[in-house]
């Protein structure tokens, strides 16, 4: 608990709090003195009842002025050092908040240092005023900004000096935040001395280290410098330290928080560059796999016709060297009639296999049908596809069941819808429909947020939630044995990626197989 006399403000003086102490002290109408300090005050009703300050009453001076870190609000303090009047204190603080308030803003150093002596010079009247900064490492003192001879705020930072030449410097540094006092001495400007008079060094720190001081003389007026005075100046000094270190620390946040910005930027950019690299490697996979399938599916027909067509070269030579030895029999005739015959009818089914497969894999290629976009309507669509398939579906006794809004249109290519349908039945037919009673399809569609959603399923064997993104593939299929190639799924996701969609497996618990297909409008 701080037990000292204080009081909290924000820092355009329009509220503040007294604590106990500063009530016991102070004895004046709040609000008729403290608004005469800051015009614009406002104090709400339950601080006018509980704060009452005695006019006049000897208080205890002067006063610690601290800015809250991060916040807008000061502490004022009132050290009990030195006695003083009230009318003084008024004035000390009323002078401090006013300079201050103009620093509030700057967010460099440079900008503070010239602020402050501009401000000073004003507001508190001061005939000469220099910051200066040490740089400990060389044993220098530096400058910054300061009043030259007549008064005038100049540049000073090319000014440089030893510390060891400066004797009072080490004594001072014991001094922290006070004005060390020489009442009658010589005063200099540029190393030339320029009349005699009072100066003052307050040594100001940023938190622990003491980072420089600020001198000042009465050289143009020769005035007095009056106690109050003085003890402004130790405080001017530590309200310099404390803006210098919130600075510093606000300027080091701020370059760690670019530098990080930096560096997260990099990654996110070296993240992307990873990323497009995989979806090429992942493209480039599956060109490879896609290509490496379709010559095994295509080699199979091929090489049994090559098979039957050499057998007839072969009996074909045979059967030449037999006429032109005047060998041939009317039993090898048959014979090679009948070989032929086999072999020929052998490649001709193989060679039709292979033209099949051609055409399947026509369909791989996503580009084909681009330019026959139409407007279609969801429902009749649907209803269009499952009458033209009535008749397997009728042969294999299945029910179809759909529920599909029948507002629902969108611009879209009839043929792969037809495609992506029929090949869905297809595979219920083939692979769901194995022993199953009562065979079921339903189809469903509605818009769910702004998209078309529609639901494929079936009550047949499922698919093993393992395989839900293999089957999707080219070349998996679990039927090869049985002619199927694995490309019915592959199309449909290609198809549905060209409308802009997206189709995935439901992981569900019922039986079956749930497929779900999202697209645009
Ligand atoms: N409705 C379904 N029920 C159970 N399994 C299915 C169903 N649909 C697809 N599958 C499984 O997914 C695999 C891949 O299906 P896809 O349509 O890609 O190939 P396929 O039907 O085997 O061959 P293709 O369609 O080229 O004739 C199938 O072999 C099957 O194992
Ligand atoms: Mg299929």
Known sequence: ??????????????????????????????????????????????????????????????????????????????????????????????????????????????????????????????DRIGILLFDSQNGKIKGTWGTNRWGEVVDQSSYEGYLAEKDSYKESLDFKNYAVYNHDTYLYDDGEIIGRGWNTKSIFYAGQKPVGWISCDNSISKKPLPIWKKEILGELARMTGEFLFNLRLENHLKSEVEKKTVKLNKTIQELKETQDNLIEAEKLASIGSLISGVAHEINTPIGVALTGVSHIEETTKDLMEKIDGGRLKKKDLDIFVNDSLYSSTLCVSSLKRAGELVNIFKQLSVDQESTNNEELNLSELVENVL??????????????????????????????????????????????????????????????????????????????????????????????NQGNTGLGLNIIYNSVLKQGGKISIKDHKDKGTQFNIQFNI
């Not at 608990?1 to 604590?19: A, R, T």
């Not at 006063?63 to 009047?85: A, G, M, V, Y």
């Not at 809004?405 to 819808?417: A, E, L, T, V, Y």
């Open 1 to 126: 608990m701080n037990k000292k006399p204080s009081i909290i403000m924000d820092i355009e003086g329009n509220n503040c709090i007294f604590n106990k102490e500063a009530n016991k002290v102070f004895n004046l109408d709040l609000l008729d003195d403290i608004r005469e300090l800051f015009p614009d005050i406002y104090l709400d009703k339950d601080m006018e009842s509980q704060n009452c300050i005695k006019k006049n009453t000897k208080i205890s001076y002067p006063i610690n002025l601290t800015l809250f870190k991060n916040t807008n609000h000061w502490l004022i303090e009132i050290k009990d050092s030195l006695e003083c009047q009230w009318d003084e204190f008024v004035k000390c603080q009323r002078l401090l908040h006013v300079l201050f308030l103009d620093l509030i803003s700057i967010n460099s150093e440079k900008d503070l240092y010239k602020t402050l002596i501009i401000k000073a010079r004003k507001i508190l009247n001061i």
């Open 387 to 480: 009458l033209s398939i009535k008749y397997s579906t009728k042969l294999n006794g299945i029910k179809v069941e759909t529920d599909i809004d029948k507002n629902i249109n969108f611009i879209g290519n009839p043929k792969s819808f037809y495609q992506i349908l029929t090949n869905l039945i297809n595979n219920s037919i083939v692979h769901g429909f194995i022993n199953i009673p009562k065979p079921l399809i339903k189809i469903s569609g509605r818009i769910i947020s702004g998209k078309i959603d529609v639901n494929y399923s079936d009550n047949g064997v499922g698919i093993p939630k393992k395989l839900h993104k293999k089957v999707f593939e080219p070349f998996y299929t679990t039927k090869r």
